[in-house]
């Protein structure tokens, strides 16, 4: 069965450093989408991606991110100069929109990003 | 008022009994509702999708969607202790954004 994957599983980086998290999607979806989740807190949502370019961000997603498909695979998060704040679980999810309307969205099994 | 609205819990049920989720949300244009299962450390785990009014069944699971009350529910019927996890449910906005609640944890006890 197709799943979404993500690398690194862990990641440790210290403040103010750039940090890349990697997905790839499920092959035939076409919504790719990023989220986090502190430790202890709710899914938030952050960004979605559709058609080369951001289609939503939340307010969390702020000039510190980016987001990007350097290939017809990858699907990475750059955050630009990490705070201790960023320090949470980060989900990729992709979903497949077609004629019939499928929403559904897959999780990736997340990057652990430490910020010390 | 919150997005998407559940009660935290704990919620605890015994092995086999029925275990009930309840879920408001404040978006009156959604269209789109899930049921997500989350063990600790690990991903959300998609289990259940609705989209129309009424009930849906899966197995043990049955997602319930009423529209006019803004409310979707998830029964899980004959439960068992690998059932136990934190559900979130999900629902997919006006604007095609994904907005979680804060999860229910549920317990069930040998």
């Known amino acids: 069965e197709p799943e979404v994957t993500q690398t690194p599983s862990h990641q440790v980086t210290q403040m103010g450093q750039e940090v890349i998290l990697r997905c790839v999607p499920i092959s035939n979806h076409l919504y790719f989408y990023w989220y986090r989740q502190i430790l202890g807190q709710k899914v938030e949502f952050l960004v979605s991606f559709y058609n080369n370019e951001i289609s939503e961000k939340s307010e969390i997603f702020d000039d510190q991110f980016s987001v990007e498909r350097p290939d017809g695979s990858n699907f990475t998060l750059k955050i630009r100069s990490t705070k201790l704040e960023d320090s949470a679980m980060y989900f990729c999810?992709?979903?497949?929109?077609?004629?019939?309307?499928?929403?559904?969205?897959?999780f990736g099994p997340g990057t652990r990003l430490t910020v010390t | 008022q919150k997005e998407v609205e559940q009660n935290s819990g704990p919620l605890s049920v015994p092995e086999g009994a029925i275990a009930s989720l309840n879920c408001t949300y404040s978006?009156?244009?959604?269209?789109?509702f899930f049921w997500y299962r989350q063990y600790s450390g690990k991903s959300p785990e998609l289990i259940m999708f609705?989209?129309?009014?009424g009930d849906k069944e899966d197995g043990r699971f049955t997602a319930q969607l009423n529209k006019a009350s803004q409310y979707v529910s998830l029964l899980i019927r004959d439960s068992q202790p690998s059932d136990s996890a934190t559900y979130l449910c999900?629902?997919?906005?006006?604007?095609?954004?994904?907005?979680f609640g804060a999860g229910t944890r549920l317990t069930v006890k040998p």
């Open positions: 999900a629902v997919i906005l006006l604007n095609n954004d994904m907005r």
């Open positions: 999810a992709s979903s497949e929109m077609g004629t019939s309307g499928t929403y559904e969205q897959y």
């Open positions: 609705i989209y129309s009014n």
């Open positions: 978006d009156r244009g959604s269209q789109s």
